[in-house]
C-alpha cells in the first residue's frame, strides 16, 4: 500500500540534510519544465519482486512523476517536482519499504565489496557443509536397505546434526533476516517461503534426531543453503560486472559540449544540457547526452 503524506513527513527528518540547497543541488539535477532527477542506490534487492515494490511505492507519491529501478545494479532514478516532494521524502518511503538508499559511491563500492566477502564466505562453508552431510546421509540411505546397526545410524544422524545446523544458520542467514523483514513490513518476499522451507526442514530433523525416531532431511536443508547461496553469489558477481561496465561508458561521456544559442554556440558543461537544448557534435566527438538527430 501506497505511505500518506503525513506518515512520509513523520520520519523523514533522518534524510532532512538533503533538503538543504547545496546538499540538493549534489544529489539531484535539473532537467528542465521545473523538474528534478535523482539517483541512487539501495540495499537489500535481491530480485525483480523488490524491484517491484520500489517502483510501487514511489510512484504511489505525490509529486513522483516517473521512476526506474534496475534490480541488477540496484540503482533508482526518480524524476520529481521538488515542489511537491522533498528529496528527504523519497529516500524515507525508499527505506520504509526495506530498502537502504545509498547516497555516496564510495560508500556504497565498499558496502558491495564486504557483501561479495561475506557471500563467498557462506558459499564455502555451505559447499563444504553439504558435501559432508550428504556423505552422511548416502551412508544413511544405503544402511536402510543393509540393516544397519543402530548405533551406527544414530552415529550418522548425530554427525549430520552437527554439521548441518550451523551451516544452514550462518550461510542461510540472510535468507532469515530477509524472511523477518518482509513479514515485518507485511509482505510475502521470495526470501519467505525459502526461509519457511529450510525451517521446517531443518526443525523437523532436530526434532526427529532427539526423539530418535522418524526421517531426518540435514541434507534437503544444507541443499537448499548451499544452491541458494551458490544463486546470490553469482547474482553478486553479475552485478559488479554490470556496476563496471556502468562506470567504464560513465566515464566515456564528455564533460562538455556545444549548445546552440539562436546562431551561436556555447561551450557548457554536459550537466548544464537541459531537455530542448540543440547541441552541435562535431565528428569525432561523443555525444553528450541522449537526444533526436535533427541534421
Same mark, same amino acid.
Given at each position: 500500500?501506497?505511505?500518506?503524506?503525513?506518515?512520509?513527513?513523520?520520519?523523514?527528518?533522518?534524510?532532512?540534510?538533503?533538503?538543504? /540547497?547545496?546538499?540538493?543541488?549534489?544529489?539531484?539535477?535539473?532537467?528542465?519544465?521545473?523538474?528534478?532527477?535523482?539517483?541512487?542506490?539501495?540495499?537489500?534487492?535481491?530480485?525483480?519482486?523488490?524491484?517491484?515494490?520500489?517502483?510501487?511505492?514511489?510512484?504511489?507519491?505525490?509529486?513522483?512523476?516517473?521512476?526506474?529501478?534496475?534490480?541488477?545494479?540496484?540503482?533508482?532514478?526518480?524524476?520529481?517536482? /521538488?515542489?511537491?516532494?522533498?528529496?528527504?521524502?523519497?529516500?524515507?518511503?525508499?527505506?520504509?519499504?526495506?530498502?537502504?538508499?545509498?547516497?555516496?559511491?564510495?560508500?556504497?563500492?565498499?558496502?558491495?565489496?564486504?557483501?561479495?566477502?561475506?557471500?563467498?564466505?557462506?558459499?564455502?562453508?555451505?559447499?563444504?557443509?553439504?558435501?559432508?552431510?550428504?556423505?552422511?546421509?548416502?551412508?544413511?540411505?544405503?544402511?536402510?536397505?543393509?540393516?544397519?546397526?543402530?548405533?551406527?545410524?544414530?552415529?550418522?544422524?548425530?554427525?549430520?546434526? !552437527?554439521?548441518?545446523?550451523?551451516?544452514?544458520?550462518?550461510?542461510?542467514?540472510?535468507?532469515?533476516?530477509?524472511?523477518?523483514?518482509?513479514?515485518?513490513?507485511?509482505?510475502?518476499?521470495?526470501?519467505?517461503?525459502? #526461509?519457511?522451507?529450510?525451517?521446517?526442514?531443518?526443525?523437523?530433523?532436530?526434532?526427529?534426531?532427539?526423539?530418535?525416531?522418524?526421517?531426518?532431511?540435514?541434507?534437503?536443508?544444507?541443499?537448499?543453503?548451499?544452491?541458494?547461496?551458490?544463486?546470490?553469489? !553469482?547474482?553478486?558477481?553479475?552485478?559488479?560486472?554490470?556496476?563496471?561496465?556502468?562506470?567504464? !561508458?560513465?566515464?566515456?561521456?564528455?564533460?562538455?559540449?556545444?549548445?546552440?544559442? #539562436?546562431?551561436?554556440?556555447?561551450?557548457?558543461?554536459?550537466?548544464?544540457?537541459?531537455? #530542448?537544448?540543440?547541441? !552541435?557534435?562535431? /565528428?569525432?566527438?561523443?555525444?553528450?547526452?541522449?537526444?533526436?538527430?535533427?541534421?
Amino acid at each position: 500500500p501506497a505511505l500518506k503524506a503525513t506518515e512520509r513527513e513523520g520520519s523523514a527528518h533522518a534524510w532532512a540534510v538533503c533538503d538543504r /540547497p547545496e546538499v540538493e543541488r549534489r544529489l539531484a539535477r535539473s532537467i528542465g519544465s521545473g523538474r528534478k532527477e535523482l539517483r541512487y542506490r539501495v540495499d537489500g534487492v535481491n530480485c525483480a519482486a523488490c524491484a517491484w515494490l520500489i517502483d510501487r511505492g514511489l510512484s504511489a507519491c505525490d509529486g513522483v512523476e516517473d521512476v526506474s529501478v534496475d534490480p541488477v545494479s540496484r540503482e533508482v532514478l526518480v524524476r520529481f517536482d /521538488p515542489e511537491r516532494i522533498r528529496i528527504s521524502e523519497i529516500l524515507d518511503v525508499t527505506e520504509r519499504y526495506g530498502f537502504v538508499p545509498r547516497l555516496g559511491s564510495g560508500a556504497t563500492d565498499d558496502s558491495d565489496h564486504r557483501a561479495a566477502r561475506d557471500e563467498l564466505k557462506r558459499l564455502a562453508v555451505a559447499g563444504l557443509g553439504f558435501a559432508q552431510v550428504m556423505t552422511l546421509s548416502a551412508a544413511l540411505y544405503l544402511g536402510a536397505f543393509s540393516a544397519m546397526d543402530a548405533s551406527y545410524a544414530s552415529f550418522f544422524v548425530l554427525a549430520s546434526m !552437527l554439521i548441518a545446523t550451523p551451516v544452514v544458520l550462518y550461510s542461510g542467514a540472510p535468507i532469515f533476516r530477509g524472511a523477518l523483514t518482509d513479514l515485518a513490513r507485511g509482505r510475502v518476499g521470495m526470501d519467505v517461503p525459502v #526461509g519457511l522451507a529450510i525451517s521446517i526442514a531443518l526443525g523437523a530433523s532436530l526434532l526427529n534426531a532427539f526423539r530418535g525416531t522418524g526421517h531426518v532431511y540435514f541434507d534437503s536443508a544444507t541443499m537448499f543453503v548451499f544452491f541458494l547461496t551458490l544463486g546470490r553469489f !553469482l547474482e553478486t558477481r553479475a552485478r559488479h560486472k554490470a556496476g563496471g561496465l556502468v562506470s567504464a !561508458l560513465a566515464e566515456l561521456r564528455p564533460l562538455s559540449a556545444q549548445r546552440r544559442q #539562436g546562431k551561436a554556440l556555447e561551450r557548457v558543461g554536459t550537466v548544464e544540457l537541459e531537455a #530542448g537544448d540543440l547541441v !552541435l557534435v562535431e /565528428p569525432g566527438e561523443a555525444v553528450p547526452a541522449d537526444g533526436e538527430l535533427i541534421s
